[in-house]
């Protein structure tokens, strides 16, 4: 009788052992190996994502990126950058909508941050590559004097800049106007959109369909991760994401958007040490098409 409940105690703690030594190598062949790969996962969208085989920036990282760029060691301007910023969406607006001798028209909007700086660059070069380009320009910043003078270099270019109250919209005619350029909100744009530019957005998105959009950094409304979270929201026929796409861009329907890469101011052992793809530009080319 006890040898019965012996060997009966020994096949209880043998089974205990069996299920003890399964879970643990479950563990060990199933879990640490899913565990590494969400732990890895958290790290890189920390700092870049592999979304198919296109390498997109995170916000955090661009801004990283943009700090090294122009502090003490590397030691570019913002200057700088924007001149090239801008000078790489006046090459995609040649690029996608060429001048013709009867419709030469381009409306840049720029907003009071640096992704208007751009547009006011890119505004200039667009006059210099034979286009009749004409700029709103409804908040002004007075955060540096630089901006005043992108608008006297408008000036001495004789291309107009008009403020919030002229007339903008006239420009929003598909007989005289190739493209608007939208340079209004970049990566530092935060939701909810504020007047005067919800009800700029707003007769934008009523005529992209025929005055198509070119989108400079971000198109203006989207979240640089989340992508468009505005109501409505502006679908660029042109989306140029400057130095790096940026997590947003997932958003992209190629059907409806031509991607180009920008902003040509990274050495390719930059981009290698923070991760991120290094872009084929060719010959002279500012701007890649993705
Ligand atoms: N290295 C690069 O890639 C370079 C990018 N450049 C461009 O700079 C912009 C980012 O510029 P930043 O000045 O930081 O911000 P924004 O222009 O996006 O906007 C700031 C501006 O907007 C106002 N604002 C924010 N949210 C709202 C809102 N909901 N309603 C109204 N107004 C809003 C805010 O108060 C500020 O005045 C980047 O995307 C590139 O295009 C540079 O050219 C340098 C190189
Ligand atoms: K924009």
Same mark, same amino acid.
């Given at each position: 009788m006890s040898s019965r409940r012996g060997s009966r105690v020994y096949n209880c703690v043998v089974v205990v052992i069996c299920i003890a030594l399964f879970i643990r190598l479950s563990v060990i062949f199933c879990w640490t190996p899913y565990c590494k790969s969400v732990l890895q996962s958290t790290l890189s969208n920390d700092h870049s994502s592999n979304m198919s085989s296109l390498r997109v920036v995170s916000s955090k990282l661009a801004a990283q990126i943009d700090q090294e760029l122009m502090g003490p060691k590397i030691g570019f301007t913002l200057q700088q950058l924007m001149e090239l910023a801008g000078l790489s969406v006046a090459e995609a607006v040649q690029r996608e909508f060429p001048p013709a001798a009867t419709r030469k028209g381009v409306l840049i909007v720029a907003g009071p941050g640096n992704n208007g700086g751009d547009g006011l660059v890119c505004a200039r070069h667009l006059k210099l590559f034979g286009y009749d380009p004409v700029v709103y320009y409804p908040k002004r910043s007075s955060r540096t004097e630089f901006y005043g003078?992108?608008?006297?270099?408008?000036?001495?270019?004789?291309?107009?800049?008009?403020?919030?109250?002229?007339?903008?919209?006239?420009?929003?005619?598909? $007989?005289?106007?190739?493209?608007?350029?939208?340079?209004?909100? #970049? !990566?530092?744009f935060k939701p909810p959109m504020r007047e005067p530019f919800a009800e700029i957005i707003k007769r934008?998105?009523?005529?992209?369909?025929?005055?198509?959009?070119?989108?400079?950094?971000?198109?203006?409304?989207? $979240?640089?991760?989340?992508?468009?979270?505005? =109501?409505?929201?502006?679908?660029?026929?042109?989306?140029?994401?400057?130095?790096?796409? =940026?997590?947003?861009?997932?958003?992209?329907?190629?059907? =409806?958007?031509?991607?180009?890469?920008? #902003?040509?101011?990274?050495?390719?052992?930059?981009?290698?040490?923070?991760?991120?793809?290094? !872009?084929?530009?060719? #010959?002279?080319?500012?701007?890649?098409?993705?």
């Open positions: 003078q992108l608008v006297k270099q408008l000036d001495f270019f004789n291309v107009p800049v008009l403020s919030e109250t002229e007339n903008w919209t006239q420009y929003l005619n598909p $007989d005289r106007t190739l493209c608007v350029v939208d340079a209004i909100f #970049g !990566f530092s934008l998105h009523a005529v992209q369909e025929s005055v198509p959009i070119v989108a400079v950094d971000i198109p203006t409304g989207w $979240d640089v991760d989340a992508g468009p979270v505005e =109501k409505p929201h502006l679908t660029p026929k042109v989306f140029v994401s400057l130095t790096a796409p =940026k997590p947003c861009t997932n958003h992209i329907d190629p059907a =409806k958007t031509v991607h180009y890469v920008g #902003g040509r101011f990274i050495p390719q052992e930059f981009a290698q040490q923070h991760g991120f793809e290094q !872009f084929d530009y060719k #010959g002279v080319n500012q701007i890649l098409k993705l």
